[in-house]
């Protein structure tokens, strides 16, 4: 049986992981006969979203307490995760991937990327362990290998940040995966289209069986 | 098309909505080309529970903007749900279904269901329109509508109080569901078991089966 990696980072699209994509992600994995674990850093979230009006919310959470939500509390911190332990890493998206794991949502392809999972990323990468990232989590690959090709989908202000970046950005459809097999990555776009939770299904479906290809 | 209320606790499986479930719903609906409304009390939780380590986090959330993480901020106060707009209505489990939506956490059988959820159950019940609830939303549909034949698993304390409440118990096993055809009522245990994310897709996705062979 296969082990894969999970990273979230939070709970909910517009301030932590998309909730259909991080479940959809999970389902996926089960549904292939592998085991999923999933870990998220252990820090506060940049802020607080009411999801129904966009404002922010004066509160505090922690980015693994909040994505434990979606674990149902079987969560690790990624500053524990050990690379030899795992076949593959996935990345769901959300704006916590944009906000939390990198600051991408503000600086664009100036963004940092979280020193934790740049780190994970790069030791993923370089043991030739596929990856594989959703929606706007792509931009974070990119960001941190440089010379890959993903996709978003096919936002135009994204994708130019994706190759300001050094990579190379493929525009895909609803439920499309882009696979880079040179470098083992694997991307679909999700939300980042205007998709439905059937669309989501498809994507991450797919992404998990390119990647289990590739281990 | 068919349209489907779906009635959110909050989100997390212990203080809210649980995730999975409520997530594979909302696909099973659209898997079955029907169309789902989120709906959620305009009231704060019970409480907030940190989904790591248990403990109750001193801060105070409210129930609809918590749901709307799950709904991706497209969801509605139940106090203006239209019973005549929907055709069936769901109530996915978690914790919020027992702490939020009712007091059964607390109260066990002796609870007191949320005056607008229990209007919204009698009316769509009066009406003959399906009722779907799964893992402990079922001591809900017990409490309000007593005379029904409900499941929640194999549980023994709460099959009791679903009986003392003057429902019926039969037990169920993973992805199964009981069907009470003459109140249009099926239920099915969720994570009131020991399921797996595969077992909460097998039974979600017979549920709305079963709700829509009664519309």
């Known amino acids: 049986m296969k082990n894969i ?63 434990a939500r979606i674990a149902r509390g079987d969560i690790y911190p990624t500053s524990t995760l050990q690379i030899d332990d795992f076949d593959a890493l996935i990345l769901p998206g959300g704006f916590g991937a944009a906000k939390n794991l990198s600051d991408f949502a503000f600086n664009g392809e100036n963004c940092v990327v979280n020193s934790e999972i740049a780190e994970i990323i790069k030791q993923f990468h370089s043991k030739q362990k596929p990856i594989g990232a959703m929606c706007i ?45 040179d470098n083992k990555i694997v991307t679909t776009p999700c939300y980042m289209l205007d998709a439905s939770i059937i669309d989501i299904e498809t994507g991450t479906n797919k992404l998990v069986t390119e990647l289990l290809k590739m281990i």
């Not at 994509?21 to 979203?49: G, R, S």
């Not at 996709?151 to 940040?161: Q, R, V, W």
């Open 137 to 181: 989590s792509p931009v974070i690959l990119a960001n941190v290998l440089r010379n890959v090709n993903v996709s978003i989908g096919s936002d135009k202000a994204t994708s130019e940040a994706i190759e300001i970046m050094g990579a190379i950005h493929t525009s895909s459809n609803h439920g499309e995966v882009i696979v880079d097999a």
């Open 5 to 67: 990696a999970v990273i979230l980072s939070g709970c909910g699209v517009f301030d932590g992981a998309e909730i259909h994509e991080a479940t959809l992600t999970l389902l996926a994995i089960a549904k292939h006969n592998c085991k999923y674990i999933c870990f998220a850093p252990d820090m506060n979230q940049h802020h607080v979203i009411n999801h129904i009006n966009g404002d922010e919310v004066k509160q505090t959470r922690n980015v693994l307490e909040e994505s």
